[in-house]
Every structure is written in structure tokens, then in C-alpha cells.
């Protein structure tokens, strides 16, 4: 009886061990298929096919940078001087540059590549075809213009929310960086920074760009103006400059500044830019000017225009612009942004901050 009760065991235990080394060996091969993305064709009888993910994945990024690729046009000042990079200072001496559709009609690109308002730009086509167009709105101190074409129905690229950026994400800058053979080329890299505050100095004088977004996708002179985009082919921002004594550290201007401009033009074909006539700095440009100054929030009002609607306010300098209509103010692009949501003659609530006092002040807007 004890002879055949440990053989019973000893079968019983055996058929375990199989039962367990059948179910990891279904449960081994099933994750190896699911990971390595095996299927048979119903079409070939034993033939095994090999579903290469990261393959679908480049050929939809294909898609996606083809689409702002042709979107993407190459910007010259000056006519028919050639286009070759191979002359001598090729990109100055044409005005070399990059834009990208954003509406029927109209270029986006930056201001020292288009020049002021009223300034004649050439502008190529992905297809090769030209057009002359002139410039309808420039801001020297966002860098940022938009070009009137000539030409309709041509592709149009979609815009992003520049808000929704996060370090680490996957970008792509798209423009033509030494002349017309390179033009609309790619380069990839990641978001580096955001709201970063750099100063420029051209001159003698200095100014300062806010809010930039930082990325290590390589921008070179050409490229100003171009489109920066996310996987998904949206344009979060316009690339405006690099720095010479660094690899790997461009900016972009972030694409949520300009899209009440953008709204107009496409409403009424014209921006009429409403003006509150201050200028000032966020507290990341600070530390360039004055290390007695100090503030947790809003813009440090530098200047008032003393022909501005603010000009016979109590508004002195030193004083800090916390919110306008009760809404918080980071820096002057955020106060921009919001200016160009409003028209000529609206009023505004300024929430200013002196000291330990805040006050209120009432202002009408004008025109710039």
C-alpha cells in the first residue's frame, strides 16, 4: 500500500511539472509574438511575416514632415542674384531665410528675415514656383512678420498649442539653412527649455526675447523663420536664433503669440495692433539688469511711452504689472498675446503692484 500510494504521488507530481512547463511555454511563445509583432499571411501558407513597428512608425513621421515641408518656403529680400550657397556670404548677401502657410495667402516668418511693414519679400514654393509678397504686420520686438502672397490655394500648416509643451518631448525644425540647395531641410532634436529669456545685443543695443522655447534640433542662419514642430507635424514655434559659441542651443518664438493676429488677418485681411504703451521685463530678464530688484510675479515696468494711453497715469517706473482684466501676467509676451485678442479703443484693468500697495489702473487702448 505505501509502494503504490508514492508511485500515485510520484505521477501526479510529474503530471504538475508537465502541466506547468506546457502553460509557461504558451504564455513564452504568446509574449514573444505580441513583442515581436508576428503574423501569418491567410494569402501564404507557411510564410511568416515580419511586423516591423518602428518601420509604421517612420513612415507616418514621413507623412507628418512632408506635409509641413511643403509647407515650408524659402524667403529672399533681394531678386534674382542668384541662388547658389556657394557664394561668398550667399545667406546675408540674399537675405536667405524660411516661413511657413498658416492661412490662404499669408507666410509667417520672422522679422529680420522679411523686414518692416510695407517691405517686398520673394518667396519659393516646395515646388519651385515664386511669388512676390508684402509684408502686412512685422513686430521687431517679437521678431515675428507675416507676408501677404499673391498666390492662393497653396498647402497650410496646422498650428499647435505652444502652452502644451514639455521638456523632453520630440521636435523638428524645418527651413533652408545655407541657401537654396538645403532648402527645407529637417532637423530633429528635443525640447531643451521653456520660457527661457535671452539677451541680444546688435549695435549697441540690447534687447530681450522671453518666453523662448529652448531646443537641441540644429538651427542654423537659413532656418530663421522656419517652422518648429511636435511628432504630429503642429507648428509650436518660429525659430529665431542660435548660439554661435554653443552647439545645440536654438530658440523658438512659442506659435500661441501670434494666433490672435493670425485670426484677424483672416477675419478682416488687416490687424489694426491696439498699443498700452509700457515696456518692461519678467523677472528671468532681471537678473541681467539689476540685482537690487526683486518680485515674484508680472513684468517690471522699465519705460512709458509718453505718448501712450498710459502716459498721464500714475504709472511710475518701478512699478509691477501683476494682471490686466484679472488676468495673471508673466512677461510681456503674455501681455502681448493678450492686447492682441482686444481693438482700438477697448479698455483694460491694470493690476499694479508698488511696494507693499496695489491699485488699479483704467486705460483705453490705442493705436500703435
Known sequence: MYHVEKRGNNIFLLLVILA??????????????DN??????????GTRIYYDEDQEDDQELEKVLQTTIDCTVGISKIKDKGTTIFLENSTENLGLGSGIIISPGYVLTNQHVSGNKYSTCYITLHNGATDSGVVV???????????????????????????DIKIGKRVYAIGNP??????????????????????LEDNDKKTYMEELIQTDATIN????????????????????????????IGFAIPINIIKPVIKKIEETGEFVEPYLGISGYDKEAIPY??????????????????????AKSSLTKGDILEKIDGKQIENMNKLKEYIY??????????????KTETFEIITRLSKA
Open 137 to 163: 504686420w512685422a513686430s521687431e520686438d517679437l521678431d515675428l512678420a507675416i507676408i501677404k502672397l499673391n498666390m492662393k490655394d497653396l498647402p497650410i500648416a496646422t498650428l499647435g498649442d505652444s502652452e
Open 20 to 33: 506547468l512547463v506546457s502553460l509557461f511555454t504558451i504564455l513564452a511563445y504568446t509574449l514573444f509574438i
Open 341 to 354: 485678442t482686444k481693438n482700438v479703443g477697448d479698455t483694460v484693468t491694470l493690476t499694479i503692484k508698488r
Open 178 to 199: 545655407v541657401g537654396y540647395e538645403l532648402q527645407r531641410t529637417v532637423t530633429s532634436g528635443i525640447v531643451s527649455g521653456i520660457n527661457r529669456t535671452i539677451r
Open 289 to 310: 539688469l539689476s540685482s537690487n530688484i526683486n518680485f515674484d510675479t508680472g513684468i517690471y515696468i522699465e519705460e512709458i511711452d509718453k505718448l501712450g494711453p498710459l
Open 36 to 45: 515581436n509583432k508576428y503574423y501569418y499571411s491567410e494569402n501564404v501558407v
Open 221 to 248: 542662419q537659413g532656418n530663421s523663420g522656419g517652422p518648429l514642430i511636435n511628432k504630429n507635424g503642429e507648428v509650436i514655434g518660429i525659430t529665431t536664433a542660435k548660439v554661435d559659441n554653443a552647439d545645440g
